[in-house]
């Protein structure tokens, strides 16, 4: 299975424009979408936003969300994603995020291979809806951040796909 070319084949069916928002990847994601013949007309840009300060600078993420739940953690991949899809410039419609650990965290941070993602998407009247979940990888460091990738692009379809039926609306996003 093929998964940079069915999400580019799976975007550009839809005339999706896709933004990421990376961290632990550091651009891995993009660079996937960005392999596949004609992903052109469906990248629209890429942050990677691998310190607090860039999370914050560039991304808008909230300091008080990175102290209260984490770096790892899906309420700053949300902020990612959705900071991503709110830039001036960005003319994406999707956004996927991704921010984890790939190996040993100093302290008693979570588990190697721990990796928080968001998906927000651009709906009707500029709303946006955003998804996210927490999975962790086996492996060696960049065996991490290669399937951490692989899984956002994954995804993308899927989140898409849960679009019309969801319903529970707090704190300006959705969730699951």
């Avoid at 550091?26 to 890429?46: R, T």
């Avoid at 993420?61 to 001036?88: I, P």
């Avoid at 650990?101 to 291979?113: E, F, I, L, N």
Wanted: aromatic share 8%.
């Amino acid at each position: 299975m093929d998964i940079p070319r069915q999400a580019v084949y799976f975007l550009t069916s839809r005339s999706l424009k896709l933004a990421t928002a990376e961290s632990c990847t550091a651009g891995y994601i993009a660079s996937l979408i960005s392999s596949v013949p004609g992903s052109g007309s469906c990248l629209d840009v890429g942050f990677v936003a691998y310190s607090p300060t860039g999370k914050s600078g560039f991304l808008g993420v909230r300091e008080e969300t990175m102290k209260r739940y984490g770096l790892t953690s899906e309420e700053v991949a949300r902020e990612m994603s959705e900071g991503a899809l709110n830039q001036e410039a960005c003319c994406a419609d999707v956004a996927v995020s991704n921010t984890g650990v790939a190996d040993a965290a100093p302290g008693d941070g979570p588990p190697p291979g721990t990796q928080c993602f968001a998906w927000s998407y651009k709906v009707r009247g500029g709303e946006i809806v955003t998804f996210s979940e927490t999975k962790a990888f086996d492996g060696e460091r960049n065996e991490v951040r290669r399937a951490a990738a692989l899984y956002a692009l994954s995804r993308i379809e899927h989140h898409f796909n849960r679009l019309p039926r969801h319903r529970a609306k707090r704190n300006g996003g959705e969730h699951d």
